[in-house]
């Protein structure tokens, strides 16, 4: 896909996982507390659900892209770190979702009445420390990344606007108004 309403579609895709991922890692951090994780946990997962959809409509649509713009050395830097995002945000997904999973397991252990020693319950306490560990970690790499490539793709569409704004090139004035 390579616009949308007239416009290149990548820009629009891009923006979505930019405030997907960091907002899904915030709820894996907010899962920690099971309170918390009962009430968002899988609204969380489906935010992230979403980012890694967007992504991958993002990647796409990027390539797509590719073909119409001026090839520098800013654009080919933000589409050689682009794909990096991908792994991560499937890792994040599948670790919450393991979150999920073991915490509805162990709750319903305890509906059903299995003591805190027995081997199964130790097994999922570990399991889940080790799910929910695991998807804060992914999820701060997964947010590292998107930050990258957002701010490769900024510079790359920037940066001749920026070298004027620090010389102090302004735009020429144009006489008779808008749009002539």
Do not use: C
């Amino acid at each position: 896909m390579t616009s949308i309403f007239g416009l290149p579609a990548h820009p629009f895709f891009a923006h979505i996982p930019v405030v997907l991922i960091p907002l899904g890692a915030l709820g894996a951090v907010a899962m920690l507390w099971p309170a918390a994780r009962d009430r968002i946990g899988w609204v969380v997962v489906g935010v992230v659900f979403v980012a890694g959809i967007s992504t991958q409509l993002a990647i796409s649509s990027g390539q797509s892209l590719r073909e119409y713009v001026q090839r520098s050395p800013l654009v080919r830097a933000h589409t050689h770190i682009g794909e990096n995002i991908r792994p991560w945000v499937l890792l994040m997904f599948l670790a919450l979702v393991a979150v999920m999973l073991i915490a509805r397991r162990r709750a319903r252990e305890h509906e059903d009445g299995v003591a805190p020693g027995d081997g199964g319950r130790d097994w999922l306490r570990l399991g889940a420390a080790a799910a929910i560990t695991l998807s804060i970690v992914f999820a701060g790499v997964a947010t590292y990344w998107i930050y990258r490539i957002g701010h490769s793709g900024s510079r790359a569409v920037w940066a001749t606007t920026q070298t004027k704004i620090d010389k102090g090139i302004r735009a020429p004035e144009r006489d008779g108004g808008v749009g002539r």
